[in-house]
T-cell receptor
Framework: AQRVTQPEKLLSVFKGAPVELKCNYS??????LFWYVQYSRQRLQLLLR??SRESIKGFTADLNKGETSFHLKKPFAQEEDSAMYYC???????????FGTGTRLTIIP | DGGITQSPKYLFRKEGQNVTLSCEQN?????MYWYRQDPGQGLRLIYY???????QKGDIAEGYSVSREKKESFPLTVTSAQKNPTAFYLC????????????FGPGTRLTVT
């Protein structure tokens, strides 16, 4: 069965410190991988997808096929980064996403 | 935010009653999805539809039903058979045809007492 693990339910980081939100997936093949974010009182929205290799709001995520991980990173946390973050893989040819349980990130001023 | 709407924002029902949650999109997207969001459990897929008049069960379809008679609409009925219906329900849509980004509605919080 497809499984996505986000081991940290809660993560608190001081402003200006580096952030890493962990995501591990248990698929074979080559999944498409996404990070979604939900800010307070806003809709769930796409933050980034690995295939585009973009940096969005200073966040990047590297796919490590050997470790089946897709950790989200930012070198210097900002207060506006406080939100709920979900990792979500999908297989090519199957548009379903499987969401992790999410990590609530709190940036301490 | 427009594009995908859910109504109502809050819904209260008595146990034993069926209730239908609305989801509409004007993005001309082929695919639509229903998720349930519970604290500590992330989003779990209830049903999805990749094209009009077709839909598939997700991971937790028991106690729910859907229809997809129009491209822009994908209502979800929570039946009395659903054992724990109180939850936050999210609808999403995506262009389909291999494009995976999903766009989410604002959600409906259903409370059943």
């Amino acid at each position: 069965a497809q499984r996505v693990t986000q081991p940290e339910k809660l993560l608190s980081v001081f402003k200006g410190a580096p952030v890493e939100l962990k995501c591990n997936y248990s698929y074979s093949g080559s999944p498409e991988l996404f990070w979604y974010v939900q800010y307070s009182r806003q809709r769930l929205q796409l933050l980034l997808r690995h295939i585009s290799r973009e940096s969005i709001k200073g966040f990047t995520a590297d796919l490590n096929k050997g470790e089946t991980s897709f950790h989200l990173k930012k070198p210097f946390a900002q207060e506006e980064d406080s939100a709920m973050y979900y990792c979500a893989p999908s297989y090519f040819g199957n548009e379903k996403l499987t969401f992790g349980t999410g990590t609530r990130l709190t940036i301490i001023p | 935010d427009g594009g995908i709407t859910q109504s109502p924002k809050y819904l209260f029902r008595k146990e034993g009653q069926n209730v239908t949650l609305s989801c509409e999109q004007n993005l001309n997207h082929d695919a639509m999805y229903w998720y349930r969001q519970d604290p500590g459990q992330g989003l779990r897929l209830i049903y999805y539809s990749q094209i009009v008049n077709d839909f598939q069960k997700g991971d937790i379809a028991e106690g729910y039903s859907v229809s997809r008679e129009k491209k822009e609409s994908f209502p979800l009925t929570v039946t009395s058979a659903q054992k724990n219906p109180t939850a936050f329900y999210l609808c999403a849509s995506s262009p389909g045809q291999g494009y995976y980004e999903q766009y989410f509605g604002p959600g409906t919080r259903l409370t059943v007492t």
